[in-house]
């Protein structure tokens, strides 16, 4: 498979019509019987979330942190792959890893001071890649870092609007 050849027609009806490149992706989440859990729903898939069980979750589901991850840690492996496969670098094999510490502290109003959420994300490339050339592999990884659409949002965030339509 060459994603080359798979985009280039999208790449060309891009450029043509740049409006039929924006496109809106969407999560819905649903309360289930517990309130510590829901199902999230993004059209193609349900996923169960829980909270965090050092938050008081049953710690049977992935939490949102883990979701939020996952999604990095998919997008850059898919990225480092497609990337590899359209530079022609040989690559035996990619294993993605991404990290986050956060401190509980924050979530659950311990202390004010104490952020909620991540305050540092680590991820991490394990390539083997005997053939390709450590100017290729630095190349690959730019490229990835660049194009990877979950790492980027989380570099330079989006504008974020809160809205709440209850009765």
Known sequence: MDPRELQRPLKQGYRADPATALLTLRATASQQESPMACSVDIGRAVYAAQAHAGAGGPGTAPCSGDLLL?????????????V???MAVPIASVHVTAEGDLDL??????????????????????????????????????????????????????????????S
Do not use: H, N
């Open 84 to 86: 590899a496969t359209a």
């Open 105 to 166: 502290r924050g979530t659950l109003g311990i202390d004010t001071e104490t952020p909620v959420g991540f305050t540092a994300v680590r991820l991490s490339f394990g390539v083997a890649a005997p053939e390709a050339t450590p100017e290729q592999l630095a190349s690959v990884l730019d490229k990835t870092e660049r194009y990877c659409v979950v790492l980027q949002t989380l570099t330079t965030p989006p504008v974020i609007s809160v809205a709440s339509s209850g």
């Open 70 to 82: 996952g999604a990095l840690a998919a997008c850059a492996q898919v990225t480092y792959q497609m």
